[in-house]
């Protein structure tokens, strides 16, 4: 199969998982008329990763639809084992089953237990979204609150970034896989927002959010907020000048690492998928994991 996912130049680690953890699962690569896709929130139309596909069998699993103003349309080149969420599986009308992230597929490798036993090195650590690295030098705020920085970008290796997370007590997120990962590595985690309503846009980060939380049943979690753009006393007279056909926000910079200091030094809520939820994605996981297996005649050592 061919592992189709977005990689970023500079590195995204829950985009990179996909190249460490598929080929653990079901071998490397190979050039087939399969397509395989996983980890990412990639369903939109239009998207470039598909563009060369053509009538190639697409295996989804555990993919999420990243919305838009109109549905993701699909053939029947698209084999949807499983998807992300709930709102993910309301674009196919229901027609497939949803369990949960394809990152929790971790959980089958041979290498899982090893990591998850890490030693406990961090009392808390800190990961932001990967677009929100060009703001602040996150090294030097996670020093001065006393915390554990775990950069975004995997640059030491999607294994390093695991066990970083596996060797905290606790983690604060901004990038989605940084608290998917802790979920699965039975870390509690708090989700901060600052950057993505900019970066990535509002609509797509809560309806990304809302679809894992909801598939592992978190119905009622609340994530620290910290705009990054606010309005000046510029605004109104740029408003009053243009007609109200222009509005500005700006980046003050000392005033948002302010107050990320003082509100992340108040995290005191954190969240945990329950021991039933990961048991029963556990063994979903495994049949089709399995399945797929046997299908495409993988056979690897030690599973």
Known sequence: MNYIYYKDPKGNFGDDLNGWLWPK????????NDAFIGIGSI?????????ELGNKRKIVFGTGIRPGYKNFTWDDSWDIRFLRGPL??????????????????????????????????????????FKSQEFFDWKA???????????PGSENGVEHTLREIAASKFVIAEAMHGAIVADILRVPWSRFVLSTPFTEGGKVSEFKWMDWLHSIQLYNTEATHI??????????????????????????KKVVKEELLSKLSNISDYYLSSDSVISSIDSRFFEKA???KQEKGVVLAGQ
């Open 88 to 129: 993910s599986a309301c674009n196919f009308n229901n027609a497939y089953e949803y369990i949960a992230d394809a990152a929790y597929a971790l959980r089958l490798t041979n290498e899982f237990n090893n990591i998850q036993q890490s030693k406990k090195k961090y009392e808390v650590s800190v990961i932001p979204y």
């Open 227 to 252: 705009p990054l753009y606010r309005r000046s006393s510029l605004h109104k007279k740029i408003r009053s000048l243009t007609g109200n056909m222009i509005s500005a926000e700006f980046l003050v």
């Open 43 to 51: 369903l939109y139309n239009g998207s470039p990763l598909f563009k």
């Open 141 to 151: 705020l996670c020093d001065k609150l006393g915390f554990h920085y775990i950069s």
């Open 290 to 292: 399995a399945q797929l």
């Open 25 to 32: 699962l079901f071998g490397e690569e190979k050039p087939d």
